[in-house]
């Protein structure tokens, strides 16, 4: 059974500091990988997805890697600003069906 | 709409009762998702429809729960004699067709049972 580990739980930095959030899945025989962005008391929304032939994916100040071999994922984002502060969930898509399996996400506080 | 809608964006029923969660995917997506996030068990799947049909409901957690598809478009999930342990956001994704992985989401809807 896949299973999908995003760790610490939580992650509060200063205004503009670089930061990386970390995804390990047990099962590296995924199709693709998702990073997504929740806002308290709302759904989420995609900020990149990978394919399993993929390394990276770039979206402004997002870079999320991939290392299916190993199981890793990496969240990159350069110059966090307070609107960053959300909770950030990693996804694998395994099997046909491309059901999604969820870490249980790391919320961000970043501080002004 | 543009986007996947979900209605009502709260409920709250009392223990017993029957609920029914509506989803309005993404005008021409043929595959949705249902999802569940409740505290301590995060976001987990429940079902999956390709058009009408639901090929994949191994996460449905118990028979109280079922779900359809219409017209290859909205969905409904029910959820019967309902307990406090369903409380929780029931989310509805859709992803355009086989050749597209990525999956848009709904806002959710907010079951809370007393």
């Known amino acids: 059974k896949q299973e999908v580990t995003q760790i610490p739980a939580a992650l509060s930095v200063p205004e503009g500091e670089n930061l990386v959030l970390n995804c390990s899945f047990t099962d590296s025989a995924i199709y693709n990988l998702q990073w997504f962005r929740q806002d308290p008391g709302k759904g989420l929304t995609s900020l990149l997805l990978i394919q399993s032939s993929q390394r990276e994916q770039t979206s402004g100040r997002l870079n999320a890697s991939l290392d299916k071999s190993s199981g890793r994922s990496t969240l990159y984002i350069a110059a966090s600003q307070p609107g960053d502060s959300a909770t950030y969930l990693c996804?694998?898509?395994?099997?046909?069906?491309?059901?999604?399996?969820f870490g249980k996400g790391i919320t961000l506080s970043v501080r002004p | 709409g543009a986007g996947v809608s979900q209605s009502p964006s709260n409920k709250v029923t009392e223990k017993g009762k029957d609920v029914e969660l509506r989803c309005d995917p993404i005008?021409?997506?043929?595959?949705l998702y249902w999802y569940r996030q409740s505290l301590g068990q995060g976001l987990e799947f429940l079902i999956y429809f390709q058009g009408n049909s639901a090929p994949d409901k191994s996460g449905l957690p118990s028979d109280r729960f079922s779900a359809e598809r219409t017209g290859g478009s909205v969905s409904t999930l029910t959820i019967q004699r309902t307990q406090q342990e369903d409380s929780a956001v029931y989310l509805c994704a859709s992803r355009a067709g086989p050749k597209s992985y990525e999956q848009y989401f709904g806002p959710g809807t907010r079951l809370t049972v007393t």
């Open positions: 005008s021409g997506h043929t595959a």
């Open positions: 996804a694998v898509i395994t099997g046909a069906n491309s059901k999604l399996t």
